[in-house]
């Protein structure tokens, strides 16, 4: 059994957290509004070595994450002037808030260390798709660490995963399409008796590729869902296939997505016909 610690440093949840996994861990993870950055500027906590996410939501309810590092050196780089350099990017825009990682030893992270982890955690969300947005143009440098310093330090990146989700982001989970939900459409609209799948993603709800969905809306649709559809339209073929996995908000949303109507949860079927509870 792991015991996890979460401290709200300034007292309130829109402020500080810090967040360890005494005994099984030797890192420790801080969670802070990003429309706060510049008041934890003289925070030491925040001025070591370490890699940071950037989690980002739109208006509608894509999320994004950034994945960066911050290596302490003699000009006292830290996670706080990383984001503020960050600040002319407009992929960047909706950040809501940060994670910065460091290890919790008088040993600062080296830069190779930090290297490795930040391509580690970098291509472990690129590969769950739990995410809608991975923003890095490109894959960070994986460093030069041995194989030896990998290994040792693979228990710090698990770490790094728990810790992670626990803030609040379950973005190295892959989608577990064995826990699929079933919804039938109706024969008309496009839906021909044909069906969408989807799976519960953490706090979100995914359609899964391949799902069909209705073609035609119905009036009393909610102009929400008609938007989203619109921003969606790539994802769906003119016969309503699904091209791509589409993440949403709620299963009630994904159920109206769907019907391309007024709709509601219950509409997701388990493998024994009855609805989640």
Request: proline share 3%.
């Amino acid at each position: 059994m792991k015991t996890i610690n979460i401290q709200l440093i300034d007292g309130t949840l829109q402020g500080l957290i810090k967040c360890t996994i005494p005994n099984v861990w030797t890192g420790v993870a801080y969670k802070f509004p990003c429309s706060r950055f510049l008041e934890f500027n003289d925070k030491n906590e925040l001025k070591r070595s370490g890699c940071y996410l950037l989690m980002g939501e739109d208006d509608e309810g894509s999320t994004s994450v950034y994945i960066g590092k911050a290596n302490k050196n003699k000009d006292g780089e830290s996670v706080i002037k990383r984001i503020g350099a960050h600040n002319d990017n407009d992929k960047l825009n909706n950040v809501k808030e940060v994670i910065f990682i460091t290890n919790d030893s008088s040993e600062e992270l080296d830069s190779a260390e930090t290297s490795w982890l930040e391509n580690r955690l970098y291509n472990v969300a690129e590969d769950a798709q739990n995410c809608d947005f991975v923003v890095n143009k490109l894959e960070p440098h994986s460093g030069n660490l041995g194989e030896s310093d990998k290994a040792n330090l693979e228990p710090f990146f698990e770490g790094c995963k728990i810790v992670i989700k626990i803030l609040g982001y379950p973005i190295f989970d892959k989608i577990d399409e064995t826990a699929k939900l079933t919804l039938t459409l109706p024969n008309s609209r496009g839906g021909q008796g044909r069906a969408a799948h989807g799976v519960r993603t953490g706090s979100r709800f995914t359609i899964l590729k391949d799902s069909y969905v209705c073609t035609e809306f119905t009036l009393s649709c909610p102009q929400g869902i008609i938007e989203l559809r619109k921003n969606h339209s790539k994802d769906i073929g003119s016969d309503g296939l699904v091209k791509e996995n589409i993440k949403l908000r709620t299963a009630n949303q994904a159920a109206q997505f769907c019907w391309y109507a007024s709709a509601n949860r219950d509409l997701w079927k388990l493998a024994n016909g009855k609805s989640e509870d």
